[in-house]
């Protein structure tokens, strides 16, 4: 589904990332692990178009997505969840979801059918968006990019500081996109989600993938999570 390949990237002068290769196919949920700082965010900036890429490639179903625009590779598939400013605060969760569907012609159908799966936000449909909890905030940026139907999902830390039962949640909710057919690549910290939902597991230090996992082995996660 999505391949990187030999990937350098950064923000203006300052490199981030080192020869970054990782592989995400479909139906699987490949999650990069990291203390705050290695590159984590950035390198799924650079996926989405938002990081300055210096070499290397990127692919997306078999198709070069490595010279598009963030709108572009938005439109070929790949939906970001960041970790911040997930979510427009001042609108409403009806004009929140109604963004995408206006900004990308997709058929007014689709509001009720993400009514249909998310039964919170429907009961807060009018309720600003800056006023939900920390959970339904992180349940409306995954039904905003859910609506666009990606390919991939690039999902950054999205259980910090959430409650436990909401960490529950946002873990079968990642759990439903991988079983509905997408890739997921998952920037996350928490042990627990980790071992729940990962395929395969990339730990990183100083902008590059040192070691790879094909099963949770929490030792190695803990060394690369230390301080």
């Not at 699987?28 to 965010?41: A, D, E, H, L, Y």
């Not at 198709?63 to 997930?86: D, F, K, M, N, W």
């Not at 094909?214 to 030792?219: T, W």
Request: glycine share 8%.
């Amino acid at each position: 589904m999505l391949k990187v390949q030999n990937l350098c990237a950064g923000y203006g002068p300052v490199q981030v990332l080192w020869d970054i290769n990782l592989a995400v196919p479909a139906r699987k949920v490949v999650c990069v692990v990291g203390r705050n700082g290695v590159g984590k965010s950035t390198l799924l900036n650079t996926i989405a178009g938002l990081a300055d890429r210096r070499s290397g490639a990127l692919c997306l179903s078999g198709e070069s997505i490595t010279q598009l625009s963030t709108a572009q590779r938005a439109r070929s598939g790949i939906g970001y969840v960041p970790q911040q400013r997930e979510i427009c605060p001042d609108l409403t969760v009806e004009e929140n979801l109604l963004v995408p569907i206006y900004a990308l012609g997709l058929e007014p159908a689709k509001l009720s059918a993400v009514y249909g799966r998310f039964a919170r936000l429907k009961e807060r449909r009018y309720q600003v968006a800056g006023s939900l909890s920390g959970g339904e905030r992180k349940l409306l940026a995954f039904a905003r990019v859910m609506l666009c139907s990606p390919k991939i999902f690039l999902i950054d830390e999205p259980t910090e500081g959430l409650m436990p039962s909401a960490v529950v949640e946002i873990s079968g909710l990642i759990a439903r996109c991988r079983e509905e057919g997408a890739a997921v690549l998952l920037v996350e910290q928490n042990l627990q989600v980790i071992e729940a939902v990962a395929d395969r597991i990339h730990l990183m230090n100083s902008g590059r993938i040192e070691l790879t996992l094909d099963k949770f082995d929490e030792a190695q996660i803990v060394k690369y999570l230390g301080v």
